[in-house]
C-alpha cells in the first residue's frame, strides 16, 4: 500500500468526520429557530444556514456550519487527488 493511498483513506476518513460534525451542528442549528420564520425556509441544507433565520444564541454556530462545510470540503479534494495520484 502506497503513502499516497494510506495518506488519502486518513483524509476521506477526516473528510467523513468533518460531515458528521456538520450534519451535529446542522441539528443544534435547528434548536434555535428564529420565531415567525417560514417552515420553508429551513428546507434545504446548506441554504438554511443564514444568520437572519436564527435566534442570537445560534448565530454562532451559523459560522461553524459553513466553515467546516468548507474545512469538509477541502479534505475531500485533497483526498481524492491523493487517491488518484496512486
Partial sequence: MSVARIAGCGFLAAGCAL???MA???QRLQEHRA???PRAAYAF???RWQRRLYTEA???LVGRAWRTLLAMDL???VAL???MAE
Fill in 81 to 83: 487527488l491523493l487517491l
Fill in 19 to 21: 460531515a458528521l460534525r
Fill in 45 to 47: 441544507v446548506p441554504v
Fill in 35 to 37: 420565531p415567525g420564520v
Fill in 75 to 77: 479534505v475531500a479534494v
Fill in 58 to 60: 445560534g448565530q454562532p
Fill in 24 to 26: 451535529w451542528l446542522d
